[in-house]
Structure formats: structure tokens, C-alpha cells
């Protein structure tokens, strides 16, 4: 038999033991909630140099985090021409500019472009400048005959020649080739002691005047030096003219040369022959002419030397009856020579 006195005292501790205890405690403190945080800002949109952004949290808490931004950039080089383009709005398009792209990253990711240009040399608008490029007797592969027109006789004559001219901003180079369109040899255009000239420049024609030249480099027939002599004359000149016509589908340029004397005794000029260029252009920079060019030439000491060389060696044994002396302006001259070459192309 179990006690009575043990028994209640295990009674009562039971009784209390489930009093003081329960599945559910409500003296537990509940967990707390998680933190969510909102977007960084400023976001990385346009910013060009390091900047800071932050954000807050749903219960009030503020992060902040550094962001550094690099940049990079690639530049070229170029002129309004290529493109005709007037980046500046000075009226042409015939300016260096450089343009800049410069990319800026960011650490945290992301990326943009800016873009911008510089006008590096501000060029007026002239023969020189909207004409840049090589302009060639050559039309594909197939040379432009050049046109001999003798002034004292109108004789005229059809001569295997090649010619080129290199227009650059503010000058030109002249080159020649002998039956091989793959080495031109460039010629000094360096004026010879006592000689001056005069340039006039528009934007479709350019005229170049030398006078004071050696005749022995020049005049072909004794007929002419004794002509020359007559009239007391121991200089000539070299008259140009450039002209570009557009047509439907190129743009040519016709050049002549003529080689003249005068005095104030004469009401015109004398003018023995004259050159008659037709030229396409071939290349719009020099780079791309560069290979046609004869590595190991020497320069020429008169301009054209060589096309007038081959003048002398083409005419030396064909006779010429000078009957009359023909003055005529040069100018005047030039004019119907390229109305001429026009209607050729």
C-alpha cells in the first residue's frame, strides 16, 4: 500500500507542474521581421567622374556605397569634305576637324557614349580646297589622250602622255609617267631664279601665270626662238587654267597649258602651243596614289620638264610652214580649249 502523505505530495507537484507549463509560452518575445532595402540612387545615367549613392531601408537604415567611373576615348582625324558636311556652319565644307567618342563606365556596371568635335584647321573654301585629290589622264586603265594644239598653225595633234596632278589645300603637284600608269615621277615645281607668278582661285577654276622662263626648256621649232628674237624677247611664260565640270555621272577637270611670250609692242600675246589635259579623279587622298608613284625618281629641274622634253622628241623631224603670226589672248585661247576637251568626254 502506497502511503497517504507521499501520495498527495505527488499529487500536488503534478498539479502544479501543469499550471506553470503550457505548449504555448506567452512570455516568448516574437522574431524580428527582415530589413528590405529600396533601389541605390542617383542610378548611373550621365555621370562623367566618381559619385556616391545610397539607399533606405524599410526599417530606416541607410547604406551608402562608393561608385567609380572611367573613361575612354577614340579619336580620328578627318575633313568636312568627306562627308559634305559644314560641322561648323561657316558656309563650307572644307575644314580638319577631329571628332572624339568618349565612353564612361561605371563599377557597379553600365555604360554610355558621348561624342564631339574639334575644328582643327579652318580653311577657305577655294579651287584648292574642295578639289583635294589626284586627278589622273586615266580613265580605269585606259590613258585620256592629251591634245597638242600648235597656236601659230592650228595644227593639232593627239599625244600618248600621262599626266596627274595631286590638289592639295593650298598647292599642287604635278607628276608624269612614260607609257607605265604604275610609276609617275613627280616634277619640281620650284620657280626657276627671275621668274615670278601670279595664282587667282575661285571654287571651279584656278589660273596660274609664270613668267620669265628659259625658251630653250619650252619652244620647239627654230621658227619660234627666231620669232622670240625678233621681237627682242629672251623670256617666256606658262599660262595654266583649271576648270572642274560637272557632269551626270563625274566631275572632270580640264586643264591647259600654253606657252606664251608678250611685250608691250604686241596688242595680244604670243602664244606657240598649247596642252590640253582631260582628268578624272582617281584618288581622294595621296595615300592611294602613293604606290603609283617611282620610288627611286629624281625630281625634274623645270616643271613638266619631261612632258616638253617629249615635245621636242615628238615634233623633231615633222616640218611646219608658219605663213602668218596668229596674236591671240591666252585667255581667249584656253577658253575654246576646254569647250573643246568638254565635248570629248
Not at 177 to 191: H, M, R
Not at 193 to 221: H, R, T
Not at 265 to 283: A, C, H, I, K, R
Amino acid at each position: 500500500m502506497i502511503p497517504t502523505k507521499n501520495f498527495l505530495l505527488s499529487a500536488i507537484t503534478l498539479s502544479l507542474f501543469y499550471m506553470c507549463s503550457s505548449p504555448d509560452d506567452e512570455s516568448s518575445s516574437p522574431a524580428p521581421a527582415i530589413e528590405t532595402f529600396g533601389a541605390w540612387g542617383p542610378a548611373f545615367a550621365d555621370q562623367t567622374s566618381n559619385f556616391q549613392q545610397t539607399r533606405t531601408g524599410s526599417n530606416g537604415t541607410v547604406q551608402t556605397r562608393d561608385v567609380t567611373v572611367t573613361e575612354s576615348s577614340v579619336s580620328l582625324d578627318a575633313n568636312e569634305r568627306q562627308d559634305g558636311i559644314d560641322l561648323n556652319n561657316d558656309g563650307d565644307s572644307v575644314d580638319y576637324y577631329t571628332i572624339t567618342e568618349t565612353t564612361y563606365s561605371a563599377s557597379i556596371g553600365g555604360s554610355f557614349s558621348e561624342t564631339s568635335f574639334v575644328i582643327t584647321k579652318d580653311q577657305e573654301s577655294n579651287f584648292f580646297t574642295v578639289n583635294f585629290g589626284i586627278w589622273s589622264t586615266i580613265n580605269g586603265s585606259t590613258p585620256i589622250p592629251i591634245i597638242y594644239r600648235d597656236q601659230m598653225t592650228g595644227q593639232e595633234e593627239v599625244i600618248e602622255a600621262l599626266m596627274a596632278y595631286e590638289i592639295l589645300d593650298e598647292d599642287f603637284n604635278t607628276y608624269t609617267a612614260t607609257g607605265d600608269v604604275t610609276c609617275f615621277t613627280k616634277e619640281d615645281s620650284a620657280l626657276p631664279d627671275g621668274a615670278s607668278g601670279e595664282i587667282i582661285l575661285a571654287e571651279d577654276y584656278a589660273i596660274f601665270d609664270v613668267y620669265g622662263l628659259d625658251p630653250n626648256d619650252y619652244l620647239i621649232y627654230q621658227e619660234d626662238f627666231d620669232l622670240l628674237s625678233s621681237y627682242g624677247i629672251s623670256k617666256v611664260g606658262m599660262y595654266y587654267s583649271m576648270e572642274i565640270i560637272d557632269f551626270q555621272d563625274v566631275s572632270a577637270l580640264f586643264s591647259g597649258v600654253s606657252i606664251y611670250a608678250t611685250s608691250p609692242s604686241l596688242s595680244e600675246d604670243l602664244v606657240f602651243y598649247t596642252l590640253g589635259y582631260s582628268m578624272l579623279l582617281n584618288y581622294v587622298d595621296s595615300e592611294g596614289f602613293a604606290e603609283f608613284v617611282c620610288q627611286n625618281s629624281s625630281k625634274s629641274k623645270q616643271p613638266k620638264e619631261s612632258i616638253f622634253r617629249e615635245l621636242k622628241e615628238i615634233f623633231k623631224d615633222k616640218g611646219r610652214n608658219l605663213k602668218s603670226i596668229q596674236l591671240k589672248s591666252k585667255e581667249s585661247i584656253h577658253r575654246d580649249l576646254i569647250n573643246t576637251l568638254e565635248n570629248k568626254i
